[in-house]
């Protein structure tokens, strides 16, 4: 009874998507007052329907409804609570119904937070949302539902959760990645109701430019949870692999990025009006593409869920009357909007758009290289694979200029910066980039290498300026307590979000040259030295899990002949699906991890075992995590909770 609860509240909340999508944006259009302010009850009783579904599925998950075909497929009486928790959203069901979920979240939230918009811009961003929302009910009810039975003869026992997925990492990267997946259809809502009034002015802008930066942080957020969930659960050592589905996350994170940039020059000065709302479309856009990425079929991946042709089909048709609908609007209406201001080749707006290109550019051969194999498969041109060196090929160089057009944008003026200044400013972080650069190899390695050259002379020429930047602000100041409280929070978090990129920077940068790594075989008593640590393994043992039985390695570290830690890591076999599963152990830190994994038991009492050194890679998430944190930060500057008069009297926030 529970599930058919969740099915019909699931068909109610879609009901009311349809009567959201309709209604207000037909109020817009007549003028009538009382049809536009239905938009919020309305947003309130699907989030309500959709949460009631939400959690009817959960109480299936908790109580073993194996009836339940869903829960059946993804759950098992033997997995811990917190697994099967998790689950609702461990299959291609369950996380439709969760991305619902947060889409209707983002809508309620809108509508609660946005009381200063003026009545017929609300109503016309909520009923897009509708829109949306309706498209993915649909998805569900049609060709996807979590509520299915297994009816009559139904399992006594679940198929158990694919093992890979029975770690804390699926409790708090899929919600973390549709946070922002999600999110940033808010910015195309208030693009795409911007465009429909044809008030592309920059009062749209100031209104979409914190919810935007939400979506990108908790995006941002999400990538970053899910390399470091890879990088300790594959047991492979990395923290990125270019997988297409990855990939599919880094794209709308990218175009996210640039949005970010340009929502905030054309909220100050004005300016790239069509060029935000492009943007936005595009991030969205991009979000949609990886959601069909991922649940179509056509790529084979750890990620990836369906294997449906009728859902791929279904995708791609919501994709294409989603991205064509907008890209027809925004060329009937974008040709008749004007920027209010000039400025001159040397300036922040510039720099800006220089950096909006790149960013652009690098999302680009992201897709490129992501969709030419697919292309070329499905014309039948035999298959081909797109890895890591052309991404890198492509990816780093732009990314080195894009750092150098950062670290200029930080320190020009809007409008007009002389060259003067820049040089006077600039000389000095960029000789002592170099030359720390340049030394760099010669200090932490055994000699040059260009690659660390490269990387840690782009990574502290960012660090350079945006501190030079914050050191300017105080140079004809006397209280410095008083100037410090008088920047705003959106100056703060724009520090902080490009110290993070400078420090990831340097994380990739020197993880990728300085790793070490071994495989070797080891019998009870066998030691091996790597960049100085001792690693001696003194057996296995036979541990017992919730739902697994593993081989326990004993693996204790030494440095400078003093017992440094105990490594544990641990080969499973789980119980139901007799899957092995390697499970690394990390002794973790700031400046290096020592990552050991077992392989395959070789006789005897050995094993094959894999001993990584690390450098610096937890300053790969430690920067994503200032990014982060930057992003959330700059939307609790007070300007957003102030209300503004505009020129036709009106108030909003």
């Not at 660390?452 to 004809?476: N, P, Y």
């Not at 994380?507 to 009870?524: K, W």
């Amino acid at each position: 009874m529970i599930a058919e609860l969740g099915g019909f509240s699931l068909i109610l909340a879609l009901f009311l998507s349809v009567v959201l999508a309709i209604v207000p944006l037909s109020g817009t259009i007549t003028g009538n007052e009382i049809w536009m302010n239905y938009a919020k009850p309305l947003a309130t009783g699907q989030f309500l329907f959709v949460l009631v579904s939400f959690l009817c599925l959960g109480y299936a998950f908790v109580v073993d409804d194996f009836s339940v075909a869903y829960v059946a497929n993804h759950s098992n009486s033997q997995m811990p609570m917190q697994y099967k928790i998790s689950a609702i959203w461990g299959g291609h069901e369950g996380s439709l119904l969760l991305w619902a979920l947060i889409l209707s979240g983002w809508t309620i939230a809108v509508a609660i937070f946005s009381n200063s918009l003026p009545l017929d811009m609300l109503a016309r961003v909520l009923s897009v949302m509708g829109m949306v929302a309706i498209g993915f009910i649909l998805f569900m009810l049609m060709t996807s539902s979590p509520f299915e039975r297994y009816l009559p003869n139904f399992p006594l026992d679940g198929g158990d959760l694919n093992p890979l997925l029975q770690d804390f990492g699926l409790i708090v990267h899929p919600p973390m990645l549709y946070m922002g997946y999600v999110g940033f259809s808010v910015a195309f809502a208030f693009a795409i109701a911007a465009l429909l009034s044809g008030q592309l002015d920059a009062a749209w802008a100031r209104w979409s430019r914190p919810w935007t930066n939400v979506a990108w942080a908790f995006l941002g957020m999400g990538i970053t949870l899910g390399s470091w969930w890879a990088y300790y659960e594959l047991g492979w050592g990395g923290w990125w692999f270019w997988d297409p589905v990855e990939n599919a996350s880094l794209m709308p994170w990218l175009v996210g990025t640039a949005l970010v940039h340009s929502l905030a020059v054309t909220e100050k000065r004005g300016v790239f009006k069509s060029w935000t709302v492009l943007l936005a479309i595009m991030a969205f856009s991009l979000s949609l593409l990886g959601t069909f990425l991922v649940r179509s079929g056509v790529l084979t991946s750890v990620h990836a869920f369906a294997t449906d042709p009728e859902r791929g089909l279904f995708i791609l048709v919501l994709l294409a009357i989603t991205i064509g609908g907008s890209l027809i609007l925004y060329a009937i209406k974008a040709p008749n909007v004007r920027s209010e201001s000039s400025f001159s080749w040397l300036s922040r707006e510039t720099l800006l758009l220089i950096n909006n290109v790149f960013l652009t550019v690098m999302a680009m051969t992201v897709l490129l290289g992501t969709l030419y194999p697919l292309l070329i498969d499905a014309l039948g041109q035999g298959k081909i694979s797109v890895g890591p060196p052309y991404f890198n090929a492509v990816f780093v160089p732009i990314m080195g200029l894009m750092s150098v057009a950062l670290g200029l944008s930080v320190v020009a003026r809007w409008r007009n910066t002389s060259l003067e200044m820049v040089r006077q400013r600039l000389w000095k972080p960029a000789v002592g980039s170099l030359l720390i650069a340049a030394v760099f190899p010669f200090v932490y390695g055994d000699g040059f290498d260009f690659s660390v050259f490269f990387g840690m002379a782009i990574s502290l020429w960012v660090i350079f300026t945006v501190g030079l930047e914050f050191v300017w602000k105080f140079r004809h100041s006397a209280n410095i307590g008083k100037r410090l409280s008088q920047l705003s929070m959106s100056y703060y978090g724009m520090l902080l979000a490009h110290l993070g990129v400078a420090v990831t920077a340097i994380g990739v940068t020197l993880v990728s040259v300085y790793s070490q790594e071994r495989d070797i075989r080891m019998a009870p008593g066998d030691k091996i030295e790597v960049v100085g640590y001792e690693f001696e393994f003194q057996g296995s043992q036979r541990v017992k899990g919730p739902n697994y039985l593993a081989d326990q390695g004993q693996i204790v570290v030494r440095l400078d002949n003093e017992e440094l830690t105990r490594l544990k890591p641990e080969k499973r076999q789980y119980n139901v699906q007799r899957n092995m599963m390697t499970e690394a152990d990390i002794d973790a830190g700031l400046f290096r991890d020592l990552y050991v994994a077992l392989g395959e038991p070789l006789g005897g009492g050995a094993w094959a075992v894999r001993v990584h050194y690390k450098p610096y890679v937890r300053w790969l998430w430690l920067g994503g995590l200032m990014m982060t944190l930057g992003g959330l930060l700059t939307v609790t500057d007070k300007r957003y909770r102030k209300k503004v008069i505009n020129g036709k009297g009106e108030k909003y926030a």
